[in-house]
């Protein structure tokens, strides 16, 4: 969040996605992150949204034509006709026409792509990312990718690693946070401080992760054991014996 507030002050434009794990459907996280543009297009006056469009089909030209795949909301909005057929061998030029859409959108600033949950990116996504890659000396733009560490991401997070490689990407590890951290992360989630002995019950259930920790109040505030009162929160320490809240970071997921 940091990273991307810093950009934001050089960029007109951020778009987002994030990543499901066994999305059926390709794209997905592209096509979100398309659907935020579509959906701030669309609020636009009508004359600077006509320039919008007039601008990328002209950027485009031709290939306008082969964005079906990326939604047919945005094929009405660009004006494209109607479906092309892709055969396999045409896939690359589909995924360039996709990565000069990304592209364009920011002009003249250079765009922010970022994508949440990138160990889950599929195939074609990989493939769109990597043609915007290809082009990213002629065409600068930022592309942040988020992902888990653990084990069972590894393999897939080195698929995406390879794909930006050549951008001699910054990587970034989180570490857990500790006891202080996350007893600043309570005061400022409830604007009030809470004893040492909530603070390490938080910190050890969350696994130090940020949002596990507002997961856990909110759900502490849901049971009626954290509450309000008279400007402050207190703790009902009877009642929190009592109810049964997830005890890791997997349960607390799944509840």
Not at 21 to 26: A, G, H, I, K, L
Request: glycine residues 8%.
């Amino acid at each position: 969040e940091e990273l991307l507030r810093a950009e934001v002050a050089q960029s007109t434009l951020v778009l987002r996605g994030k990543c499901v794990e066994s999305d059926p459907y390709p794209l997905a996280s592209i096509r979100a992150a398309l659907g935020q543009w579509l959906r701030d297009l669309r609020a636009l006056p009508e004359g600077e949204r006509a320039r919008q469009v007039a601008a990328i089909r002209d950027a485009l030209g031709e290939r306008v034509g082969l964005l079906h795949p990326l939604g047919p909301d945005l094929a009405l909005a660009l004006g494209a006709d109607g479906p092309v057929s892709v055969s396999r061998e045409g896939r690359e030029v589909f995924h360039l026409a996709a990565a000069n859409l990304l592209q364009c959108l920011g002009a003249p600033t250079r765009p922010v792509l970022w994508i949440d949950d990138a160990q889950w990116l599929d195939g074609a996504s990989l493939e769109v990312l990597g043609a915007l890659v290809a082009q990213s000396n002629e065409h600068p733009f930022v592309l942040v990718l988020t992902a888990r560490s653990d084990e069972a991401s590894a393999a897939a997070l080195q698929a995406a690693r390879d794909v930006i490689a050549p951008m001699r990407p910054l990587s970034l590890s989180l570490e857990p946070l500790g006891h202080a951290e996350v007893a600043e992360l309570v005061q400022r989630s409830l604007g009030d401080s809470l004893d040492d002995a909530f603070v390490a019950q938080v910190a050890a259930r969350s696994a130090g992760n940020p949002l596990m920790v507002g997961q856990y109040l909110q759900a502490m505030k849901d049971a009626g054991v954290l509450r309000p009162a008279w400007g402050r929160w207190e703790i009902d320490a009877e009642a929190l014996a009592g109810v049964a809240l997830p005890s890791s970071v997997f349960d607390l997921l799944m509840a």
